[in-house]
C-alpha cells in the first residue's frame, strides 16, 4: 500500500490553500484515471493527493453565444452529451465521443486530460483547433494560457508547480463554420494512433476563411499542422487533398512503438487530415 494523505476540498479556495501549503509533495486528483495507475506503477508518489472532485463549480459546462465554457472538473461525458453544443461546435461532443469507452468518458476529465497532456490524448489536438484558453489558478493568481502556448512536450505543459488548470475558454465559432474530429483508435484502450482536428470557416465563396488543424497521436506533443492552413487558406474545398499532403511536416520526433510505425502515423495523419478537413467544409456549408 502506499500511503499518503487524502483532501477533498469543496472550494477552489481551499485547494489552493491546500496546493500551496504541500508544494510538490501534493498531487490533485480529477478522475483518476491516469494519477491512480501512476500511483499504482509507483511512477507517481504524492504524499498528499487533493481531490479537485468535489468542487461542483469546475464541472460546469456552458455554451453561450459568444463564448463556450468547460470547467477543469466536466467529464467527457458531460461534453459530448450537452444539449447545446453539437449545434454551436460540433467538434466538441465529437472528440468527447471518441475517447475510450463509456465508462472512460463518465470518469475522465477534460482538464485532466489536458494536463496529464498524453501525446495519444483526443483533446489537445480539438484544443488545438479551437484556439482554446486555458486559466489557470496558481499562488501568484490566475492566468490565461493559449493551447498553443499550453502543451510543451511529452507529457509536459506549460503548468507550473502549485498551479491548477480551472477552466477552458473557447471562443462560439460563427455561423458559417464547421469542426471535425477523426482518429484512428489503439485497439485496446481507444487512444489515438493518430487524430486529426479541424475548425474551418468560410467566405461567401465558400473559401476557406480561417482554417486550424490540430494533430495528436503522430508526434511526441500535439501539434498544430501550420503547412496545411496555410496551404489551404483562401481556397476550397479542391484544395484539401493537396494541403493535407503537409499534416506531418515539420514532425521532429514521431511516436512509434509496436502498435505503429512512424510511417504508419505520419501517413494516418495525411490521411485523417483530408477527412477532417472534408467533413469540417461539409458541415461549414
Ligand atoms: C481505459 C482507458 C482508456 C482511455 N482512453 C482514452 C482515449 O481514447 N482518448 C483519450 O484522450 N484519453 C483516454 N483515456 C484518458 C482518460 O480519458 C482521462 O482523461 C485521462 O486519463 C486523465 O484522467 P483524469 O481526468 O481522471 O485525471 P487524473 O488522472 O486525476 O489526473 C491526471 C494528471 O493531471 C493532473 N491534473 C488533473 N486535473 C488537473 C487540473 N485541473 N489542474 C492541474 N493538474 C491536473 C493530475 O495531478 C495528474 O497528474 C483513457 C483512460 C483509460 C483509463
Redesign the pocket.
Known amino acids: 500500500m502506499i500511503p499518503f494523505d487524502y483532501h477533498a476540498p469543496k472550494t477552489l479556495q481551499k485547494a489552493m490553500r491546500l496546493v500551496r501549503e504541500h508544494g510538490d509533495d501534493a498531487?490533485?486528483?480529477?478522475?483518476?484515471?491516469?494519477?491512480?495507475p501512476l500511483m499504482k506503477l509507483r511512477f507517481a508518489a504524492p504524499a498528499v493527493v487533493i481531490d479537485?472532485g468535489g468542487i461542483g463549480g469546475l464541472k460546469k459546462v456552458t455554451a453561450g453565444h459568444e463564448t463556450i465554457t468547460i470547467g477543469?472538473?466536466a467529464t467527457?461525458y458531460a461534453v459530448e452529451s450537452h444539449r447545446l453544443l453539437p449545434g454551436k461546435c460540433r467538434l466538441l461532443p465529437e472528440t468527447a465521443s471518441e475517447?475510450?469507452d463509456v465508462q472512460?468518458r463518465n470518469?475522465?476529465?477534460v482538464?485532466?486530460?489536458i494536463?496529464?497532456a498524453?501525446p495519444a490524448?483526443?483533446?489537445p489536438a480539438a484544443m488545438l483547433a479551437l484556439n482554446a484558453q486555458f486559466d489557470i489558478a496558481g499562488p501568484s493568481g490566475e492566468r490565461a494560457v493559449a493551447a498553443s502556448d499550453f502543451f510543451v512536450g511529452l507529457f509536459t505543459t506549460a503548468?507550473q508547480a502549485g498551479?491548477?488548470?480551472?477552466r477552458i475558454r473557447i471562443a462560439t465559432p460563427p455561423e458559417n463554420s464547421g469542426g471535425a474530429y477523426v482518429k484512428m483508435?489503439q485497439s485496446a484502450?481507444?487512444?489515438?494512433l493518430a487524430g486529426v482536428a479541424a475548425q474551418v470557416a468560410l467566405d461567401s465563396a465558400g473559401n476557406c476563411a480561417s482554417v486550424a488543424v490540430g494533430v495528436t497521436g503522430v508526434a511526441s506533443v500535439a501539434y498544430r499542422a501550420h503547412a496545411v492552413e496555410d496551404a489551404l487558406r483562401g481556397r476550397g474545398l479542391d484544395a484539401i487533398a493537396e494541403a493535407a499532403a503537409h499534416a506531418a511536416d515539420g514532425v521532429e520526433e514521431f511516436q512509434e512503438d509496436h502498435h505503429a510505425s512512424a510511417d504508419y502515423r505520419a501517413h494516418l495523419a495525411r490521411v485523417f487530415a483530408q477527412r477532417a478537413l472534408t467533413r469540417a467544409f461539409e458541415r461549414a456549408t
Open positions: 498531487s490533485v486528483l480529477a478522475g483518476g484515471h491516469s494519477l491512480i479537485l477543469a472538473l467527457h475517447i475510450g472512460v470518469r475522465g476529465t482538464g485532466g486530460s494536463a496529464h498524453d490524448a483526443d483533446w503548468l498551479e491548477v488548470l480551472t483508435r484502450s481507444g487512444f489515438a
